[in-house]
C-alpha cells in the first residue's frame, strides 16, 4: 500500500517566487493536512483539507494557501517567498477528519525541502 | 491552550543502554496521543496511539505507556538503529482539529 507522496522533494526558490507542493494521500484517505518544520520552531500546523474543504487554518499569513481536489490530492501554495520561509513541508493525510474521531491518526510524507535564497 | 513538552532535548545511550524519554502534556481533554519517529531529512513514521490513563502498547524494542499528565517511551536493549528524533503529539477532545507536537527528543545510540 502506497505512503503520502510530496512532490517535489527538493526546490530552491528565489525571495519574492511562489511556490506549489503536492501531495497525494494514503489510498482512502479523505483528510489532508499540511505542517512547516523548522529546527527552531518544530512541526507547525499549516491547514487541513476534507472534501474539498479547507476545515483548519493554523496561525501562518495569507501568503500560505492550499487546495484540495475531488480525488483527495492536495497542493500548498507560498506567495511572494521570504526567507524565513526556508523549511521542510509535510503533507500527512488520514481517513477521517480529525474532529471526527477519536485518535484518528495522520501517516507523513518524505516532506519537500525548500530552500529560499 | 494545549502544549507538549518532551524531555530530554538529546540523549545519548550505548548500545543495550535501556532509557525513557517523556512526554508531559496540558490539554483540555485527551482524544488521543501520538508518538512518532523522525529520521533526518524525512517525514516523521508512526509508531503509537495512546487513548487513555494505563494503556500500553510495544513494538520491538519500544514500550509507550499513558497517565493523566504525561506519556513515556520506554526503550529496552536499544540498537545503533533505533537513533532518530522522537515526537509526541497530542488531539485534544476541544480542539480536536489540531494536532499538538511536542519538540522532539534526539537519541543518539552508540555501538
Known amino acids: 500500500k502506497a505512503g503520502v507522496t510530496q512532490t517535489p522533494r527538493y526546490l530552491i526558490k528565489t525571495r519574492g517566487q511562489q511556490v506549489t507542493l503536492s501531495c497525494s494521500p494514503i489510498?482512502?484517505?479523505?483528510?489532508v493536512s499540511w505542517y512547516q518544520q523548522t529546527p527552531g520552531q518544530g512541526l507547525q500546523f499549516l491547514f487541513e483539507?476534507?472534501?474539498?474543504?479547507?476545515?483548519n487554518k493554523g496561525n501562518f499569513p495569507g501568503r500560505f494557501s492550499g487546495r484540495q481536489f475531488s480525488n483527495s490530492r492536495s497542493e500548498m501554495n507560498v506567495s511572494t517567498l521570504e526567507l524565513g520561509d526556508s523549511a521542510l513541508y509535510l503533507c500527512?493525510?488520514?481517513?477521517?477528519?480529525?474532529?471526527?474521531?477519536?485518535?484518528?491518526?495522520?501517516?507523513f510524507g518524505e516532506g519537500s525541502w525548500l530552500t529560499v535564497v | 491552550e494545549d502544549q507538549v513538552t518532551q524531555s530530554p532535548e538529546a540523549l545519548r545511550l550505548q548500545e543495550g543502554e535501556s532509557s525513557s524519554l517523556n512526554c508531559s502534556y496540558t490539554?483540555?481533554?485527551?482524544?488521543?496521543l501520538f508518538w512518532y519517529r523522525q529520521d533526518p531529512g524525512k517525514g516523521p513514521e508512526f509508531l503509537f496511539t495512546?487513548?487513555?490513563a494505563g494503556e500500553e502498547k510495544e513494538k520491538e524494542r519500544l514500550k509507550a505507556t499513558l497517565t493523566k499528565k504525561e506519556s513515556f517511551l520506554h526503550i529496552t536493549a536499544p540498537k545503533p538503529e533505533d537513533s532518530a528524533t522522537y515526537l509526541c503529539?497530542?488531539?485534544?477532545?476541544?480542539?480536536?482539529?489540531?494536532?499538538?507536537f511536542g519538540p522532539g527528543t534526539r537519541l543518539s545510540v552508540l555501538p
Open positions: 500527512a493525510s488520514s481517513r477521517f477528519y480529525r474532529a471526527s474521531g477519536s485518535g484518528n491518526t495522520i501517516y
Open positions: 489510498s482512502g484517505h479523505r483528510s
Open positions: 483539507y476534507f472534501s474539498e474543504t479547507q476545515r
Open positions: 490539554v483540555s481533554g485527551l482524544r488521543g
Open positions: 495512546l487513548y487513555s
Open positions: 503529539a497530542v488531539q485534544a477532545v476541544v480542539d480536536g482539529q489540531n494536532f499538538v
